[in-house]
């Protein structure tokens, strides 16, 4: 397998969508009812439970560990965590699980 398609294997264990079921501590964290999906090409599509536009960032899955970056009015953010099952669990606090 080369690196590629190895790079492709991890995203694609995360795609899909998740829901908040946990909110976070941090500012700014992921609320109870946001959903994101995770999309094998590295994309990852935020929905607040609030409505509203989508935001769209990208993500990056080095073993368990899933990194999730977006742009936001010129400001940039980055939201760590790790994977465990179906759960991804950030490191504020906040607990996403998938749909």
Same mark, same amino acid.
């Given at each position: 397998m080369? #690196?590629?398609c !190895?790079? *492709? !294997? @991890?995203? $694609?264990s995360?795609s899909? =969508?998740y829901e @908040?079921?946990k $909110?976070?501590?941090?500012? &700014?964290t992921? +609320? *109870?009812? %946001? =959903?994101i999906?995770?999309k094998s +090409?590295?994309?990852a599509?935020i929905r $607040?439970?609030?409505?509203? &536009?989508?935001?769209v960032g990208?993500?990056?899955?080095k073993? %368990?560990?899933?990194s999730?970056?977006i742009?936001l #009015?010129?400001t940039k953010m +980055?939201?760590d965590?790790?994977?465990?099952g +179906? #759960?991804?669990k950030?490191?504020?606090?906040a607990?996403l699980?998938k749909?």
């Open positions: 080369d #690196l590629y !190895a790079f *492709q !294997a @991890c995203l $694609s995360v899909g =969508t @908040c079921i $909110s976070g501590s941090g500012f &700014p992921f +609320n *109870q009812g %946001d =959903t999906e995770f +090409n590295g994309e599509i $607040s439970h609030f409505g509203g &536009p989508s935001i990208e993500y990056e899955v073993g %368990d560990k899933i999730i970056k742009s #009015l010129g +980055n939201f965590g790790k994977i465990e +179906n #759960l991804i950030m490191d504020d606090g607990i699980e749909k």
